[in-house]
Nanobody
Framework: QVQLVESGGGLVQAGGSLRLSCAAS????????MGWYRQVPGKQRELVAS???????NYADSVKGRFTISGDKYKNTMSLQMNSLKPEDTGVYYC????????????WGKGTLVTVSS
């Protein structure tokens, strides 16, 4: 069983920055996709950013130009640098990795809370 542990969440004022990290209990080298998701109460979990095995990245329109995802397969860590934070970025952030054929195996961390005050 793969374990993912997020860290780096907290309270920040609008316009500030935070860096989230995700550490895995297994190697990322076989991950197909690594991603960060966000969830707020009453809403579905949404994809914020993802990075693929070929190092290509994908971002939600709402965070493009402000967030940067990175992953280090050899250190088994993944990060999300969040700049110019807005109150609407508030939520619980989860890291996720997908592995195996057709991404059949999907693992989640327990999340870290980010609160952006106005």
């Amino acid at each position: 069983q793969v374990q993912l542990v997020e860290s780096g969440g907290g309270l920040v004022q609008a316009g500030g920055s935070l860096r989230l990290s995700c550490a895995a209990s297994t190697s990322f080298s076989s991950a197909n996709i690594m991603g960060w998701y966000r969830q707020v109460p009453g809403k579905q979990r949404e994809l914020v950013a993802s990075i693929y095995s070929d190092s290509s990245t994908n971002y939600a329109d709402s965070v493009k130009g402000r967030f940067t995802i990175s992953g280090d397969k050899y250190k088994n860590t993944m990060s999300l640098q969040m700049n110019s934070l807005k109150p609407e970025d508030t939520g619980v952030y989860y890291c996720n990795i997908k592995m195996g054929p057709a991404n059949i195996r999907s693992y989640w961390g327990k999340g870290t809370l980010v609160t952006v005050s106005s």
